[in-house]
């Protein structure tokens, strides 16, 4: 494990584990992150819904296994197990096979941290879907402020696009052993939102305008220890590479121009 430490946050990282952050612990003690059981499952090659199910994880270059030009993708992507390495502040991995080197970097801004991403091509132009997958602690009461006028349900195969509701945001609507997943409209790109909790504590979280879609997970116990909610934006749409790739909503990165984007988390 590596630490950083600034005046709003301290960021634990797992090097091993795809540079996950484990601990997002504020200043006054609060930890934001679903923590691992003791003795969670880190065997090299095991399904990520047998593994930690806790901590940040970044998904990338696909959130659903996929196949792509005849390569398999795993489930929530190839970095989420893979060594980095760097410490803190900055992690890097090079995955040969699929042509690509991704580095993030955590600095201190005002209120609370920034995470800078950059990905570079090694050889080709590729596809490239990236979504940050932070499952944080979502205790009763805990809610998401979004400015989404419609969403869509992704678990339901006819993907409807309903008006955002209040009882859509909220991890009590969510029966215990259930889960929940919904994009805010693609239509309608979206740039911030925010994790409230019944204790008061209010998580902010902005990204840059290249990643215009945002999804948000809510897990009751069905595959997590704890109720957690992920806030997910992302430079794709929807959760398969694939899929991305055949509704013309992911991004190329062309070898000599690297792709950079960044988020945000402020204390309110």
């Known amino acids: 494990m590596t630490e950083l430490a600034t005046e709003r946050f301290t960021v634990v990282v797992d090097l091993q584990r795809g540079a996950k952050i484990t601990s997002l612990l504020d200043h006054t003690g609060r930890e934001w992150l679903a923590q691992a059981a003791p003795g969670a499952n880190r065997q090299a090659g095991a399904a990520f819904t047998d593994a930690e199910m806790a901590g940040w994880d970044e998904c990338a270059p696909t959130i659903d296994a996929c196949v792509v030009d005849g390569v398999s993708m795993p489930d929530h992507g190839d970095l989420w197990d893979q060594p980095f390495i760097g410490d803190a502040a900055h992690s890097e991995v090079t995955r040969d096979g699929l042509g690509f080197t991704f580095e993030r970097s955590i600095t201190e801004v005002p209120e609370g941290i920034r995470l800078n991403y950059r990905v570079t091509a090694l050889r080709e132009q590729i596809p490239f879907l990236w979504a940050a997958h932070p499952q944080f602690s979502a205790p009763v009461g805990t809610r998401v402020s979004i400015a989404a006028s419609r ?27 259930k889960f929940r997943k919904w994009y805010a409209d693609p239509q309608e790109p979206i740039h911030k939102a925010s994790l409230i909790r019944a204790d008061g504590g209010v ?66």
Do not use: K, Q
């Not at 869509?152 to 945001?169: C, G, K, Q, Y």
């Open 151 to 177: 969403i869509v349900d992704v678990i339901d195969p006819e993907e409807p696009l309903t008006p955002m509701e209040a009882a859509t945001s909220t991890i009590d609507t969510v029966d215990h052993g």
């Open 203 to 268: 998580l902010d979280m902005s990204w840059s305008s290249n990643c215009p879609y945002v999804g948000v997970w809510f897990d009751n116990c069905a595959f997590s220890r704890e109720p957690v909610i992920a806030i997910e934006p992302s430079n794709g749409y929807r959760d398969a590479l694939a899929l991305a790739i055949e509704r013309d909503r992911v991004v190329y990165v062309e070898p000599g121009s690297p792709l950079e984007w960044w988020v945000e988390l402020r204390l309110r």
